[in-house]
């Protein structure tokens, strides 16, 4: 068995509440870690806790050390010592927020504490505020900061959505984040709501005006990613509201796309299921009914998307204009790579999927 870590000094003077000895050590620098212009409290406080079978040890700094073991008096002490950093780059504004410590989190900002104002910095705000929401501090915290959030709050609404947060979401949408924000090509609120099936907040959103048909990057709605999902109530629910795409306007799409009239009569008719032999890298791949076929955009092309759900949801299918050819596409390794005329690739689709998950192709 390991033998636990000795508790140093500045630890054994927290845990007995004694500010005076934290307060020698504050003075005389053996709270502090060096290294060359780098200079910070030193993490060198030990934590052990029991997880099942095991015991882990992690370490902290006086000030987080003091805060978990309530000493707020030796936690103001280092503020006002300037030993903690309570600017944008720093954590000890969010660790108070992730215990609660509303009062102490004002303490540091009456005392010139700082969050920062770019999109990153609002939105790590906005997760660590939406795990202990107070529905009295915490609108008049955002208030006092100011925070440019009308520009630049859409990724942690997305964020709020997707976790049915609805207050959050309430509190954003009021301060002017746009309901049909966008997050990196995963979507929509809506679309996160969806995808989740958060019903109600789908409801929610929808009344302050989210769009329906706005897709994500693999070209879903918020319908398809709840039925891809599982989230078979949610996506009845979105099915009987959002605006019903017509066959004249699919036509018309498809038409721009000179999409050939076996793969439009295939899209109607399926079978969409299409299930590859066992021990392939791929056993199956569903495609989008005509009606659901979706435009998106990728790398400044417009290409449409076939693929609603496969066994790996990473694959992705499209039709691509220029070459009139089935294309596959993986957008983390950046591989678009052209795989067949539909003719070709709807005799055999296992054999071309299959080659192009992998990489191979004629």
């Given amino acids: 068995m390991h033998k636990k870590p000795s508790m140093p000094p500045a630890g054994e003077a927290i845990l007995a509440g004694d500010i005076e000895a934290v307060r020698r050590m504050a003075e005389d620098g053996s709270l502090l870690f060096k290294k060359g212009k780098v200079v910070g409290l030193r993490e060198n406080i030990p934590t052990t806790v029991q997880l099942g079978k095991k015991e882990i040890t992690t370490y902290s700094d006086a000030f987080s050390f003091a805060l978990a073991h309530d000493q707020t008096e030796i936690a103001r002490m280092l503020i006002d010592y300037g030993l903690v950093d309570i600017g944008p780059r720093g954590d000890a504004l969010f660790i108070t927020i992730r215990r609660k410590a509303f009062v102490l989190l004002d303490y540091m900002l009456d005392r010139g504490g700082r969050f ?6 609002i939105t790590r705000l906005l997760l660590n505020l939406s795990d202990v929401w107070d529905d009295d501090y915490c609108p008049a915290l ?4 100011d925070l440019p959030l009308r520009e630049l ?8 959505a997707s976790d049915n947060n609805r207050a959050v979401v309430t509190y954003l949408l009021r301060a002017g984040v746009n309901v049909n924000s966008q997050n990196d090509g995963q979507g929509t609120p809506v679309l996160r709501a969806a995808a989740e099936g958060h019903t109600e907040m789908v409801r929610f959103l929808v009344k302050q005006g989210a769009d329906l048909t706005i897709t994500n990057e693999y070209g879903c709605r918020p319908y398809t990613v709840a039925r ?6 949610t996506a009845k629910f979105i099915k009987s509201i959002e605006p019903v795409v017509t066959e004249e306007e699919q036509n018309a799409l498809f038409e721009r796309y000179h999409v050939p009239a076996e793969m439009q009569d295939y899209l109607k008719t399926g079978p969409l299921l299409l299930e590859f032999p066992e021990g392939e890298q791929l056993g199956w791949v569903r495609l989008f009914s005509y009606t659901d076929v979706a435009e998106i955009s990728y790398q400044g092309q417009q290409l449409l998307s076939l693929v609603e759900d496969s066994e790996d949801f990473g694959v992705m299918l499209l039709w691509e204009l220029e070459s009139k050819k089935v294309w596959f596409l993986d957008m983390e390794h950046d591989v678009f790579h052209a ?10 689709p296992g054999y071309y999927i299959n080659r192009a998950v992998m990489w191979e192709f004629d």
């Fill in 116 to 121: 920062g104002r770019e999109e990153r910095d």
């Fill in 142 to 145: 955002l208030d006092r900061l």
């Fill in 153 to 160: 709050g859409g990724i942690a609404l997305c964020h709020a």
């Fill in 228 to 233: 891809v999902n599982g989230h078979m109530k």
């Fill in 339 to 348: 795989v067949a005329a539909w003719e070709k690739f709807i005799r055999d």
